[in-house]
């Protein structure tokens, strides 16, 4: 496995278990934020959670599948982030913090992925 795959891997499997256990937390009323919480916002951290540990496990396995994924998942979180960012009046500013996290973090890992295509389209050309 090269090491921008491995990379990705740890990235997008370690983001979607911290989400999951965060957003839980607050879920499950076990951890008080100091800020207004936004349900509908926790339960998508919850459910993207899920699906980037689905998509890890993608790459790990090389699935064609995980580019779509990762395609996906940083659309959305974009999407998302624009909407807090421009549209929403009561999101905490820490909500628009973490969204901007997983979209620097979601980006780099469809760099690294496109970076590891790219190496194994070369390294078959030549």
């Known amino acids: 496995m090269k090491i921008t795959q491995i990379t ?6 370690f983001i979607g278990i911290m989400s999951i ?20 916002l926790v339960v998508y951290n919850v459910a993207l959670g899920v699906l980037s540990v689905i998509t ?5 396995k090389h699935v064609l599948l995980s580019k779509k994924m990762i395609f996906l998942i940083l659309i959305f ?25 997983r979209v620097a973090i979601w980006l780099m890992i469809f760099i690294l992925v496109q970076l590891g295509h790219l190496k194994k389209t070369n390294t078959i050309n030549t």
């Open 56 to 60: 890890a496990f993608l790459i790990w």
């Open 77 to 101: 979180h974009g999407s998302v982030l624009a909407y807090l960012y421009f549209f929403s009046e009561t999101v905490a500013m820490e909500s628009i913090k973490a969204m901007t996290f």
């Open 8 to 13: 990705a891997v740890v990235l997008a499997g």
């Open 21 to 40: 256990i965060s957003g839980s937390s607050v879920l499950l009323g076990f951890r008080e934020v100091g800020y207004r919480v936004l349900n509908e």
